[in-house]
């Protein structure tokens, strides 16, 4: 194939979910439904934090910067999936395409290292907690929040910087619903030999260092825990973090199932289904986990719907 000059390539195509023109309007529905959860949940659990004072506290902190980090990564994707759907077009910019990328593992490793740094204020909280305040002071909690937007931010412009030296050829169809730096790599005419081994020691090394402080931090509790002479102590000191580990099992999960089927499934759409789950259903579910197993939180929320 001819390699297209890629400042040129006006456009990518994203093949979506379906061609199937009768489907269609039953996804878009269903799509629309999942994202106006999302950033419905998502506001609700921040306007919670920010008008109760009992809130306060670096917990809801980190929590706050998850709900937005989560709203970031699903309008990322799914705001284009649904114009392209209602339009009946699938074309996206190559300005757009890389802008895609950049925002994807912007927000997708702010959310990993945000759930670790949440994992070390459960650590904090339940093995120290008469320093819990001194230690994570907020001068600290806006600290471990900077450094994880900034080593995000690192994180997403090395990966827009490898698709951004990529050739294209003419064929320029994605088989997915957003720009996917897999299926960029597969349409790229110039050799990806380089960039493939950068993109995979970037992955490793954002997800194997927050995947090791979230263990860390769970072995530290999980000790501490079983040094609680009584039943009731141990239950009521792990049912502080259940929330939190629920969504840890949830997006790693759902991401090492994104990881799986594109490394040992040739298959596009398995991929596809994989990456709804990483992008869409974990960020409109995070916010129900908190709320329905806080009670501050469901006090908070009562107290705003019975302002409005």
Request: glycine residues 4%.
């Amino acid at each position: 194939m001819e390699p297209y000059n890629l400042t040129g390539a006006l456009e990518f195509l994203l093949l979506g979910l379906s061609e199937d023109p009768e489907l269609q309007p039953i996804l878009f529905v269903l799509f629309l439904i999942i994202y106006l959860l999302t950033v419905l949940g998502n506001m609700l659990i921040i306007l919670a934090i920010s008008s109760d004072s009992h809130l306060h506290s670096p917990m809801y902190f980190f929590l706050y910067n998850l709900s937005l980090s989560d709203m970031g990564f699903s309008s990322t994707t799914v705001p284009k999936m649904l114009i392209n759907m209602q339009t009946h077009s699938k074309s996206i910019t190559y300005a757009a395409c890389l802008s895609q990328v950049s925002f994807f593992f912007l927000f997708g490793c702010m959310d990993s290292l945000l759930l670790t740094v949440m994992a070390y204020d459960r650590w904090v909280a339940i093995c120290h907690p008469l320093h819990y305040q001194v230690i994570l002071n907020p001068g600290l909690c806006r600290y471990l929040v900077l450094v994880s937007f900034f080593i995000s931010l690192v994180d997403s412009q090395i990966h827009c910087l490898m698709v951004s030296q990529l050739t294209f050829c003419t064929n320029k169809e994605i088989p997915h619903f957003f720009c996917d730096v897999p299926e960029l790599l597969k349409l790229a005419c110039s050799d990806t030999y380089i960039n493939n081994i950068v993109i995979f020691l970037v992955s490793i090394i954002a997800g194997f260092l927050p995947v090791s402080g979230i263990f860390y931090s769970y072995y530290k509790i999980i000790s501490s825990i079983f040094r609680v002479p009584s039943l009731h102590g141990r239950y009521k000191a792990f049912s502080t973090c259940g929330s939190h580990l629920a969504v840890v099992c949830l997006f790693y999960g759902t991401g090492l199932g994104v990881y799986l089927s594109s490394s040992f499934s040739s298959s596009s759409r398995e991929s596809m289904v994989a990456s709804i789950m990483y992008t869409m259903v974990v960020p409109m579910i995070n916010p129900f986990i908190y709320s329905l197993r806080n009670r501050d939180i469901k006090k908070a929320l009562q107290k705003i719907i019975k302002i409005t």
